[in-house]
Every structure is written in C-alpha cells, then in structure tokens.
C-alpha cells in the first residue's frame, strides 16, 4: 500500500511570491490535515480536509489556505509569502472517522525555503 | 496557546537502558494519545496510542503510561537501542472534536552505544 506522498520535496521561493504544495494521501483514506514544523515550535496544525471540506482550522493567516479534490489528494497554497514562512510543510492522511483508532500517517514533507 | 507540552528537548540513554519520555496536556477533553517518531528529511510515523478509558498500552519495546488527574502521559522504551534516536512528539485529540490533533514540541532522544 502507498504512503502518503507530498510534492515538491524542497522549494525555494523568494517573498511575496506564492507557492502551492500537493498531497496525496493513502488510498481509502478520507482526511488530510496539514502542519507546519519549525525548530523550538513542533507540529502546528493549519488546517484538514474530509470530504472536500474544511473540517479544522487552526491558528495561521488567511495566506495559508487549502482544498481537497474528489480523489482525497490536497493542495495547499500559501501567498505573499514571508521570510517566516519558511518550514517544513507535512501533511497526514487518516481515515478520517470519529473512531479512537484513528491515526495519522504523515508523508514525508515539503522543505520550503523563503528568500 | 501550546495545549500539549513536552518540556524536555532532549535526552540522552545508554543502550541497553531504559528511556522515558514525557508529556503534559492542558485540555481535559483530550481522550486519545499518540505518540509518532521522526528521523530527519522524513514524516513522523505513528508508534503507540492510547484511549483514555486505559492507562497503559504496551506494544514490544514501547509502553505508553497514562494519568489522566495529572493530565500526564509517558513512553517507555526498553530496552532502548541506538536506532531509537530519533525526535518522539506526542499528541492528543478530543473525540467528537473532529480530527484535529494537537502536537508537543518533540523530545530529542540520542541512545548511545
């Protein structure tokens, strides 16, 4: 079975540009949910998608925004970018139910560097 | 507003010794824990949960306690083996909440040989 893809790996962009990261999640999987990671700050939670809409928000600007497709795969945009934007973009796919067992498996992220 | 804290950045064990890392949440609505293992360039991946209608959750090497009056949750790692360095975060999620998980901020664990 498939993991969880992201696209690109890395990404260098300089600011006020926008930039736009993909995910594809595992098959049969409903739920994708995207986080920022920056040293000293963990895993913050932007934002997650179920069914093509947006279920959660967390704490980030409206410059963070995202969508999910019909197939689940997810797209997250970020414009004007900021020299604080620069991260490590991981997104999560899970079933996506309200059961307990219900984790998510990350894929391996999209190094974005601003400029 | 950090609702899952993990106030040790690193720790390190010699192999063969046994590895406890900690973690404090603030919400008592929070009913399932996970905690996930990262290496570096790649994604967390899950390692042991737990439900809060349990305290303890055992799976091989690794042993997840929790106190839910302190509002506390461990991982054990016995016996620990060089392998295991790697960034452990935990996290936590309120059912009926939707699917939003809240992270610490990750523990550094280095097991020496």
């Known amino acids: 079975k498939a993991g969880v893809t992201q696209t690109p790996r890395y990404l260098i962009k300089t600011r006020g540009q926008q930039v736009t990261l993909s995910c594809s999640p595992i098959s049969g999987h409903r739920s994708v949910s995207w986080y920022q990671q920056t040293p000293g700050q963990g895993l913050q939670f932007l934002f997650e998608y179920f069914s093509e809409t947006q279920r959660n928000k967390g704490n980030f600007p409206g410059r963070f925004s995202g969508r999910q497709f019909s197939n689940s795969r997810s797209e997250m945009n970020v414009s004007t970018l900021e020299l604080g934007d620069s991260a490590l973009y991981l997104c999560a796919s899970s079933l996506g139910g309200t059961s307990l067992n219900n984790e998510q498996f990350f894929g391996p992220g999209t190094r974005l560097t601003v400029l | 507003d950090q609702q899952v804290k993990q106030n040790s950045p690193s720790l390190s064990v010699q192999e063969g010794r046994i590895s406890i890392l900690n973690c404090d949440y603030t919400?008592?609505?929070?009913?399932?824990f996970l905690w996930y293992k990262k290496y570096p360039a790649e994604g967390p991946t899950f390692l042991i949960s737990i439900s809060s209608i349990k305290d303890k959750n055992e799976d091989g090497r690794f042993t997840v306690f929790l106190n839910k009056s302190a509002k506390h949750l461990s991982l054990h790692i016995v016996p620990s083996q060089p392998g295991d360095s790697a960034v452990y975060f935990c996290a936590a999620s309120a059912w009926g909440a939707g699917n939003q998980f809240y992270f610490g901020t990750g523990t550094s664990l280095t097991v020496i040989p």
């Open positions: 919400n008592s609505m929070f009913d399932y």
